[in-house]
């Protein structure tokens, strides 16, 4: 272990002895106002604080022993021969003024700690990660935290791998590490590796054998149970937990439990009507020998059989159920129950310890466990389970939130239970070498045991925990009297040399321990106001399904105060990233890449200052979202905000960046056959179509168009055929040269002098949504050969510069969903205004009117379109109906989402409206059929149904007209590749500063140019109503 150097333990001898004398009241004015500033002579001082010390310490002259069984005083019943006040006869008269003392090395020890810190003395801690990531965020946050306490931090999977541990095997006093941290997955190499009888007296070791040992096993619970020593003992152990188990609790074969402690609550878990509750405590037990136990304010609640749990401050959970009085007996209640099984175990494992002495040497080794509890209307609950690791199952989303919970609450046990005074060793070896040389020891009492430097240490942490507890809460020792009487009840069977020194000394140890709690006891009122500020509004008389409590109110008392340090602690994602760079709190902005499965990605960060709140895109949009991950760049703004005023604000922005591959493919070979399909197996919208990939025939071909003629409508069917080595792995195909391909005609394609001359003297009006804005850049670009411009309109803009100003194209967005609905304009009263921004308009052909959406269009507003345009006396224009698309098929926060079944009766509708639309004279593009089949391969924004996006124009995209995914039927039936850009298609480039980027927009939009410029006119097969 690390020692202080000679001047550094002498100062720290003299501010002790002057702690010391002050606490004393005797350290003389004068001499304390004319004291030196350097360290030098502490001798003196030393000798007075350790007489005095001494002095106070000798008023008891006897030493801590336990009250005979059948003495008149006590409030103990003598049938268990347990103490009732032994401490009124045997304990120091001034017990007050050595709770004081301690309070001065407390003190004096966290003075220590950052004076070694800063002088750039660290501890060592090593990691055993076993099967997690370094990357990952566990990993992460005990890397962090235990930075934060002055650790050097060493990372190995297992401890055979670990350079520090075969290090410590080489050294005979065990002292290369300060603490030890075993993952989940690491436990077992820590067990088989980890001498736990060798530890030296201050290392700290994140599990506890014989406990982990007790609870390991799904049994542990009822091998508990049927320890015959526990045979006269009713531990409140619910009949569920032990169904499957050879001995069950309450069996005719079991041995009968009549002396049991307190009456176990009814079998019966339902009784009453809502009063059934199952809740989970995070357990901590920080020391075993004394034993000493606190529990974590949050835990989670589950209030109805069939759903999941949620996470809950406890108290606040239990005064929102039951009101004060009654929530007050069920913390007690849940205390003692949990504490009964505490002690047994560690009793047991105790008394084991004579042949194995692990739990002896491992002091300040502790253990997080989970116990489950099921309450009934009699609010006595009972153990359904206990598991010796932080399990967060139940929750409705275990990985995600479970993780976050998990870690949230990890942090809390390490700030807890990390600072050690094994920094103030020196100072406290100091202090006992001075009383020696006085020829004293730190003894209780003339014959009493004495206080050994590790006992001192657990003094000290347990006073310190006890003052600054954060989340925990002390739950043994306890002042409960049953608590009480059942530990001296198991101290006799379970101790079988417990008239043994070593015996002896432990319990004088625990018993100081009780004292200590005793002149710290916590106001239990406290807890009561805290929630009711937390709960804001008390709901008594049942147990109630309230989620209300899911905000930082979980993790912290946290109040409104301002956001004082604006960083994130943490970044959370579902599935896991691998950020470049690792997260930081100090860095802003990230970068990550996910496979091309991967379509969503659920976001949650958690700011260091509880005081701060994290927004995700907007300063008050959600704290957890689950994002759709378009086909490449992703950018996703994560705000720390701070709400402590009238409006929120923004204190810093994080970025994270998210690139998401494309389809994986092989390039196309000689050797190739051609594929195609009309869905996607991962959401079959049409039932009695196959999915996936399947051969396609090729077909005899005559002339350039493959013996087929032009299509004359555009919702032809059709498929997707792509080039691939094997039709059973789409991982062969290549996807660059994918194409659609209608079954039995084609869509001509126009070059652009062509559409420059169809597009003369004609004015276009879009109506719709963002998916037929994408349509309308499509056209402009392809007319004037570039895009100078563009923007996200969301209301109604007119383009006069078109095809060098012989071109008029408009549009309006529709429907503004953004507005409340008694604000939002009419489909009626948009085209109207569309119209009149739009004129002079000629009824004729040469007025194009382009009506479409994702998912609002219906067969409604066919209807308003013929009574518009009728008024209007515009009803010979060409209308060209774009059809329903996929879209709101991913489960997004903040959009609605359409399940299988909903996206099958949007394809229903979309069939509808493409009947309806032809019966209207009005050309049509079926974009359900080409978007269906890859949905996957939507491009950014919430609703997964963009298909297009505007960007920077490179030189790695394509000139014009060069990636044309429309099939032109060549010898293979697949689109010959691209030809080499020429000096005109460079010039092109040069002068497009924007491109619209999107095969599967491209696809339909190039439909659409046809249908404008090759038009038949079909006539109404009816005079619609």
């Not at 401490?87 to 003075?111: C, E, I, M, Q």
């Not at 012989?806 to 009263?829: C, M, V």
């Amino acid at each position: 272990m690390h020692t202080l150097s000679p001047c550094v333990r002498s100062c720290a001898a003299v501010r002790l002895a002057r702690g010391v004398l002050r606490e004393l009241g005797v350290l003389p004015r004068a001499l304390w106002l004319r004291r030196r500033r350097v360290c030098v002579r502490p001798v003196l001082l030393v000798l007075l604080a350790a007489v005095l010390f001494y002095q106070t310490l000798m008023v008891a002259r006897g030493r801590f022993k336990w009250s005979q069984p059948g003495s008149d005083e006590g409030n103990t019943s003598t049938e268990t021969g347990a103490p009732k006040d032994h401490w009124k006869r045997a304990a120091p008269r001034n017990f007050g003024r050595l709770v004081s003392l301690l309070d001065v090395v407390l003190n004096l020890t966290h003075v220590e700690t950052i004076h070694r810190n800063q002088a750039g003395s660290t501890k060592r801690a090593v990691v055993l990660t076993g099967y997690h990531l370094t990357t990952g965020t566990e990993v992460q946050l005990y890397q962090r935290v235990l930075e934060q306490h002055g650790y050097t931090v060493s990372v190995s999977r297992h401890a055979e791998t670990s350079p520090v541990l075969k290090l410590n095997y080489n050294q005979q006093d065990g002292s290369s590490w300060d603490i030890l941290i075993c993952l989940q997955s690491s436990e077992r190499s820590c067990l088989i590796k980890i001498d736990f009888n060798k530890l030296q007296p201050l290392q700290k070791v994140n599990m506890i054998p014989g406990i982990k040992q007790a609870f390991s096993s799904k049994h542990g619970l009822c091998l508990l149970q049927s320890d015959e020593r526990l045979s006269d003992v009713r531990l409140p152990i619910s009949a569920l937990a032990c169904a499957a188990h050879s001995v069950r609790p309450g069996d005719p074969s079991h041995p009968v439990r009549d002396k049991g402690i307190r009456p176990s609550a009814p079998q019966d878990l339902s009784v009453g009507q809502d009063a059934f509750v199952t809740v989970r405590v995070y357990v901590l037990i920080t020391s075993i020998t004394p034993l000493t136990v606190f529990f974590h304010s949050t835990g989670l609640v589950r209030t109805e059989p069939q759903k999941h749990s949620y996470a809950a401050k406890l108290h606040v959970f239990f005064l929102r159920a039951l009101g004060k009085e009654s929530a007050l007996q069920a913390l007690i209640n849940m205390k003692e129950t949990i504490g009964q099984i505490v002690m047994a175990a560690a009793l047991s494992g105790q008394s084991s310890s004579t042949r194995h002495p692990t739990l002896t040497r491992c002091r300040f080794c502790f253990q997080w466990m989970t116990f489950t509890l099921s309450f009934n209307s009699s609010l006595v609950p009972e153990v359904v389970k206990v598991q010796d690791e932080l399990n967060f199952d139940d929750l409705e989303d275990p990985i995600f939130d479970g993780q976050i919970t998990k870690e949230l609450i990890l942090e809390d046990v390490l700030n807890f239970v990390l600072p050690s005074f094994s920094e103030s060793d020196g100072l406290l070896q100091t202090f006992q070498n001075t009383l020696r040389e006085l020829g004293e020891t730190a003894c209780i009492g003339a014959q009493g045991p004495c206080l050994t430097s590790t006992d001192l240490h657990c003094l000290i942490q347990f006073l310190r925990q006890l003052k600054d507890p954060g989340p925990f809460e002390l739950l043994y020792p306890s002042v409960s009297p049953q608590l009480r009487i059942l530990q001296h009840h198991l101290s006799q069977r379970f101790t079988p040399r417990a008239g043994s020194p070593q015996a002896a000394h432990v319990s004088d140890v625990s018993d100081l321990l009780y004292r200590v709690y005793l002149k710290n006891i916590p106001d239990l009122s406290k807890w009561i106001v805290d929630a009711e500020k937390q709960g804001r509004g008390v709901t008594s008389g049942s147990f109630e399904n309230d989620h209300q409590q899911k905000d930082n109110s979980l993790w912290s008392d946290c109040s409104y105060d301002k956001c004082t340090t604006p960083h994130l602690r943490q970044l959370y994602t579902n599935p896991p990233l691998d950020l470049t760079p690792p997260f930081s709190p100090r860095i802003k902005e990230y970068h990550a890449q996910v496979p091309f499965d991967v379509m969503t990605v659920k976001i949650r960060a958690e700011p260091i200052n509880c005081h701060c709140q994290v927004r995700l895109d907007e300063r008050k949009g959600p704290r957890t979202a689950n994002y759709p991950v378009g086909l490449g760049n992703s950018r996703i703004r994560i705000l720390v905000v701070d709400e402590s005023g009238a409006e929120p604000v923004v204190m810093t922005i994080y970025t994270l960046n998210i690139y998401r591959e494309s389809r994986p493919g092989l390039p196309m070979f000689g050797d190739y056959v051609v594929c195609g399909f009309v869905q996607d197996c991962g959401l079959i919208i049409q039932p009695s179509e196959s999915c996936g990939l399947a051969p396609v025939p090729t077909p005899q071909p005559s002339g350039e168009s493959g013996g087929r003629a032009p299509c004359l409508s555009g919702d032809a069917r059709g498929r997707w055929i792509v080039p691939c080595l094997s039709c059973s792995d789409n991982r062969t195909c290549d996807w660059r040269e994918v194409t659609w391909q209608p079954d039995h005609c084609y869509h001509p394609l126009l070059d652009w002098p062509q559409l420059q001359a169809c597009m003369r003297e004609r004015k276009v009006l879009f109506i719709g949504d963002s998916t037929n804005r994408g349509m309308m850049y499509y056209l402009l670009e392809h007319v004037n050969e570039t895009l100078g411009d563009w923007d996200k309109a969301h209301d109604t803009i007119v383009y006069h510069n078109v095809n060098k100003g012989k071109t008029l194209i408009s549009y309006s967005y529709y429907p503004q969903f953004w507005l409340s609905k008694d604000q939002r304009p009419t489909f009626e009263n948009a085209l109207r205004q569309l119209i009149q921004r739009s004129r002079p308009l000629e009824d004729s052909e040469q007025t194009v009117l382009v009506v479409g959406g994702v998912q609002w269009l219906s067969t409604s507003h066919l209807q308003i379109i013929h009574q518009v345009l009728k008024r209007e006396d515009l009803l010979n224009i060409l209308v060209v109906i774009k059809s329903l698309g996929m879209g709101f098929h991913l489960p997004v926060d903040g959009v609605r989402s359409l399940a299988l079944d909903g996206v099958q009766d949007l394809y229903q509708e979309n069939e509808k409206i493409l009947i309806a639309a032809k019966q209207y004279g009005y050309e049509v593009i079926d974009t359900f059929s080409i978007t269906m089949g890859r949905y996957k391969e939507f491009l950014q924004g919430r609703c997964a149904c963009h298909f297009h996006e505007v960007g920077k124009l490179t030189f790695s995209d394509a000139p014009l007209h060069r990636k044309m995914k429309l099939s032109r039927h060549s010898r293979k039936n697949v689109s010959s590749p691209s030809k080499l850009p020429g000096l005109q298609d460079f010039q092109s480039i040069l002068n497009s500063p924007y491109h619209v980027k999107g095969p599967i927009n491209q696809v339909y939009s190039e439909i659409l140019l046809g249908r404008i410029c090759t038009n038949q006119r079909r006539r109404p097969s009816a005079e619609p109503q």
